[in-house]
């Protein structure tokens, strides 16, 4: 069953989320088991739900196309919840 990953990202603001998405959403469309992507302001930060076939696959995503754009300073936190339920259009 697919993975949800939640990111916190402390210190992330609205530019740099953006920066970030513009960089990388080209390859969601080609990303193994990517599913969805969300995001919305938190206090003090940014936080990203992605659905995701497999824990590996968001991990590869990640080191592959998030991590090297990330501003400096920047760590997300994330953790993994398996889903019991997914339903799709």
């Not at 992330?12 to 919305?40: C, I, K, N």
């Not at 930060?45 to 920047?74: M, T, Y």
């Amino acid at each position: 069953m697919a993975i949800m990953m939640i990111s916190d990202v402390a210190g992330q603001s609205v530019e740099g989320y953006e920066r970030v998405l513009e960089t990388v959403q080209p390859h969601y469309a080609d990303a193994q088991g990517f599913l969805m992507h969300s995001a919305h302001a938190t206090e003090g930060g940014w936080r990203i739900v992605e659905v995701w076939e497999s824990r590996e696959d968001a991990g590869r995503f990640f080191a592959q196309h998030v991590a090297p754009n990330l501003p400096k300073g920047i760590q997300p936190k994330a953790r993994f919840e398996s889903l019991h339920t997914l339903v799709r259009r």
